[in-house]
């Protein structure tokens, strides 16, 4: 700066001297005095919100931690005397001195209301989400979208009663049907009289992942790139075989990924579980779509009222660790599957 | 001073008091709660919180409330405990508000059903699996049984009432129902439902489906009440038939302290004895004397006429008169 060979730039940085003299050295002064104080607050700006950037992340991180540090100090002296084999055992007696708790029952009835849930939901969201983004105008699409994403608006418990007093009793019918048709596999067998039984519940919780799985879908679809596109149609592709080899394999990934998300949600949804579900106590698992049974988080909430003693404390929190290890699996899962590009 | 003519005749001190415990007597202590505040123009502020039983005597005890509320009678420890709490005098158990177990049926065609505690075990036991078994016909000449399934729901949440209901099973049929009363329920087959709400909701869209439920669910669904033959016949639950059954349970407190010893497996006329009685837990004497006056205002009123009548609302069975003029003899005694 100091060997400058030109006029213009000498007066710029020289605008200490210059700064009170004559306006026509205006063009010069406005860039560098503003250009200066830019700087210094560009770097503590900088500075500032990377700090709180790791900040937030640590926080998150932390509480993720301590909430599992939580659960697992809470849950092993209980474990420590547990009576029976908590991965196996389908009892659950912790009212007494003696306890006698396992998860096998839980483990299977969260699974299987949650995969049935995930089998009913992600055709439906794919399917409109295929149709909001290729075949409606944009316009009728975010319409569409905006009322799928109600759905997601409305409290579990709102769709708990429904599903008990409206869904279940009106799909009676058909159940009774179904039993008499597929009542030879294990799967369709008797279960519960009532219609508080595992479909019933998996229906419901479809309807509300359909909303996140929906949107998600929706927007990975809509990112095809237009040559993929306008190369499949100018190959002769009809619409769904355009559909086919450009707009699914570019989201399938990013459907995955949103199956999974949705996945967590079935896995640790309470309410509404807990409200539309009887519960049984033959002993052992029936594996029946009809059957009663409670998930990990339906049994934690079901009894969190009476829980009156460290000892009993400790085994419902010891199957909601089972649930937060279980959901945690989910998501990296769904990490994983989210991180793998596009082929 | 009372607003209405049956009511007795009340103080009504300012000041405020705190009550916690027992969540069977949660509707009808609010209800006691909300009508005696009507009474007396909000000039007590009284407040009650549903913890439970046990955190009721706790802080109690503990001298965090006023009085406490619980579904049994302080334990022999517990007394020792509220001696210390209510400065060197002894802690009273008032029994308030009697709460009757229904044991509702849906069965289409029968509009009165009878069953004693046998049979009633048996179905909860799932030994007795069918509507027209002999053991339900012979309880019910004169009625055409129908052949369908007996479904059978409980409460899956713990709960008193299901304490309540094992308690009377085991009285009346030890070798049938083996189980110790607890919380759970301890039965063979049958749904669990979430709540008295849930059992009621099921009872009543199930065809052939009994459930135990807290009488005033039992009255607002509509649902049918079996009729309890204790020996000598069905007794309706109501009113009258709750109150002999407590007629039929002994004093085992001293002075005035009211601990019962309920009979569930009473054999007096009349008496329906699947109940519930809850208890508020008062110092003798030792609270600072504005908090004394309310406590005495506020249960005067609770063991009344008006108040005892006006709980039927919320499924409650009025204390019979024998038991209500010890009740309020304690009550007046409480310095």
Redesign the interface.
């Known amino acids: 700066m100091a060997d400058a060979p030109d006029a213009t730039v000498a007066t710029t940085t020289d605008h200490e001297a210059a700064a009170g003299s004559s306006a026509s050295l205006a063009t010069g002064k406005p860039v560098s005095t503003p250009n200066l104080t830019f700087a210094t607050i560009k770097h503590g700006g900088d500075r500032t919100f990377r700090a709180g950037a790791y900040a937030a992340a640590a926080i998150v991180v932390l509480l993720v931690l301590f909430v599992g540090i939580f659960l697992a100090v809470i849950a092993t002296p209980s474990l420590r005397h547990d009576t029976v084999n908590f991965f196996t055992s389908t009892q659950w007696n912790v009212g007494t001195d003696t306890l006698q708790f396992g998860i096998a029952g839980l483990l299977w009835t969260t699974a299987l209301i949650a995969v049935v849930a995930m089998l009913l939901a992600v055709p439906v969201a794919v399917g409109t989400a295929l149709l909001i983004t290729q075949y409606v105008p944009g316009r009728v699409g975010s319409t569409i979208g905006f009322v799928i994403d109600l759905l997601a608006a409305v409290p579990s418990i709102i769709f708990g009663l429904w599903g008990l007093k409206l869904l279940g009793p009106f799909l009676g019918p058909f159940y009774d049907w179904l039993q008499h048709v597929l009542g030879w596999i294990p799967l369709f067998s008797k279960g519960v009289e009532s219609t508080g039984n595992v479909l019933t519940a998996s229906i419901v919780l479809a309807i509300m992942v359909l909303p996140i799985v929906s949107a998600i879908s929706r927007d990975v679809f809509a990112q095809t790139p237009r040559d993929h596109i306008e190369a499949a149609l100018a190959l002769g592709a009809t619409k769904w075989e355009m559909i086919r080899i450009a707009v699914i394999p570019y989201g399938r990934s990013g459907v995955i990924a949103a199956s999974m998300l949705g996945l967590g949600r079935a896995l640790g949804e309470t309410i509404a579980v807990m409200i539309i579900l009887s519960q049984t106590n033959t002993p052992g698992i029936n594996v029946s779509l009809f059957a009663g049974g409670e998930t990990f988080a339906s049994k934690i909430a079901n009894n969190a009222q009476e829980f009156d003693s460290p000892a009993k404390t400790g085994a419902y929190i010891a199957a909601g660790l089972v649930l937060f290890v279980l959901t945690f699996a989910v998501n990296a899962v769904s990490r994983i599957v989210a991180d793998r590009k596009v082929s | 001073m009372a607003a209405s003519g049956s009511g007795p005749a009340l103080a009504c001190p300012a000041g405020a008091i705190t009550g916690e415990g027992s ?1 069977a007597q949660t509707n009808a202590i609010q209800q006691i709660i909300a009508s005696y505040n009507d009474a007396c123009a909000n000039k007590a502020k009284i407040e009650y919180n549903a913890t ?1 039983s ?1 955190a009721g005597v706790k802080n109690f005890n503990a001298g965090l409330v006023d009085f406490g509320g619980s579904d049994s009678a302080l334990s022999t420890a517990e007394h020792a405990t509220a001696l210390a709490r209510c400065k060197s005098n002894e802690a009273w158990d008032l029994p308030m508000v009697v709460g009757p177990v229904a044991f509702s049926y849906n069965l289409k065609g029968v509009s009165k059903l009878v069953l004693n505690g046998d049979v009633l075990a048996k179905i909860f036991m799932g030994q007795i699996k069918a509507w027209n078994d002999p053991a339900i016909a012979a309880l019910n000449s004169g009625v055409t049984l129908p052949s369908t ?1 007996i ?1 059978v ?1 409980y409460r ?4 008193g009432t299901t304490d309540n209901v094992s308690l009377f099973l085991k009285a009346n049929a030890p070798t049938v129902w083996t189980a110790d009363h ?4 301890k ?8 709540g008295s709400a ?1 059992v009621a ?2 009872v009543a ?2 065809d ?2 009994i459930g135990y439920l807290e009488w005033s669910f039992a009255t607002d669904n509509k649902l049918g009440i079996a009729q309890l033959d204790m020996g000598s016949g069905g007794v309706a639950l109501n009113a009258d038939s709750v109150g002999k059954a407590l007629e039929a349970a002994t004093i085992t407190g001293t002075g005035n302290d009211l601990t019962l010893k309920l009979d569930y497996a009473t054999k007096a006329a009349g008496a329906y004895p699947a109940i519930l009685v809850t208890y508020e837990i008062v110092c003798s004497a030792g609270l600072d004397s504005a908090k004394t006056a309310i406590v005495k205002d506020f249960l005067t009123y609770f063991a009344s006429d008006a108040g005892q009548n006006s709980l039927s609302g919320v499924g409650s069975a009025p204390l019979p008169a024998s038991l209500r003029a010890k009740v309020n003899t304690s009550i007046q005694a409480i310095k």
Request: zero cysteines; aromatic letters at 6%.
């Open positions: 969540t439970g046990g399934a479904s729901f899956s949440d713990d709960s607890s919380k759970t329920w039965g063979k087959g049958g749904e669990g439902k979430n849930g909701q099921a869209a199930t052939g489906a």
